[in-house]
């Protein structure tokens, strides 16, 4: 199962601020049991299902455009590994390990 | 109809030569005769049904994995305006006559 | 030499036409004459020496907020090869090539 | 004071594990005494001055080059914003009292 991340960037807004569109995104996300997320302060991470995934993403990109946004610009980074399983956890604690180690 | 970029990176390949897997890429997307596609330095360019996109995406993605590959790197950028129609060709087209005009 | 890609896209404008910036940014990049560089519909790729490439992209970032703009997202790729000589026209001839053939 | 996210991706390296890298790039980070930073499982980001995190990029860079490798695809995104202070923690904060609030 692939670890992707996703933002949704909401143009010709009038305001610098994005905070209540990525509200909205993670009440989107929050929907779908089925996924695992965690917010970053540049981007949203979610593990799980590819094609899940692709729907949530769907889902997220209208959520400007239902607050009357006329642009949306939405980047999605597919991480996916199949010799052996990959997590949102399992690749921040490899990291570490190294970290600690004498690597 | 949102303009889309693309790239599919394989990982872990022994080799930093990637042509052939962009080239099996490029020959995924002329399958799709509904969408229109081009070539950049560093990523192809899709324009059409979002729909469409997201599963000729999937089936890029797939392109490493089926030559052997255990880990790919997909980014997608969907660029979607819903006032006025977007084209690969009339965003270019825009950016060059501000340039050849006054502003 | 790195080939690299970059967009920098204005926040909170209240208009979603971006055409003004992307053109604009084209101006200072025009300055740069050690650098090649190519407007694409979604991006701008640049080849040339990667602390000039700094340079000028932190130029261009400064475009939207010259004009006004108090948010700006800018997204850099660097694709650098040290084994052989990587240029745009050279990434693009390479998939094309594959293409033509056999493999 | 922008927050930045940052991704090096070795390629060829002969296996798809990624992570002896990234640890190596964290060890270059943490010198950087001016800069925070937080491992999310896509990416690092950074809060810092633009020009010191533009040199860091450019070390961090360099890491797998260092460990042998002959390409080196790097990610820089760049989200700076002028008419309030952006932060890592404020960032998030901010769409949590979203969440948390009734809007």
């Known amino acids: 199962m692939p670890v992707c991340q996703v933002t949704v ?7 610098p ?14 929907r779908y049991a089925d996924l695992s997320f965690q917010l970053t302060p540049m981007a949203t991470v979610i ?3 590819l094609n899940r995934i692709l ?9 400007p455009f239902r607050r009357g946004v006329h642009r949306v ?3 999605l980074v597919i991480d996916d590994r199949r ?21």
Not at 55 to 63: N, P, S, Y
Not at 83 to 103: F, I, N, R
């Open 9 to 15: 960037v909401p143009l010709g807004t009038g305001t």
């Open 47 to 49: 593990e799980g299902d």
């Open 55 to 63: 729907e949530v993403v769907k889902e997220m990109h209208e959520v």
């Open 83 to 103: 010799d052996k399983p990959l997590t949102m956890q399992g690749k921040v604690d490899s990291v570490e390990e190294k970290l600690a180690g004498k690597e």
């Open 17 to 30: 601020s994005l905070s209540a569109y990525v509200a909205d995104c993670q009440r989107v996300l929050a």
């Open 73 to 75: 610009s939405t980047t």
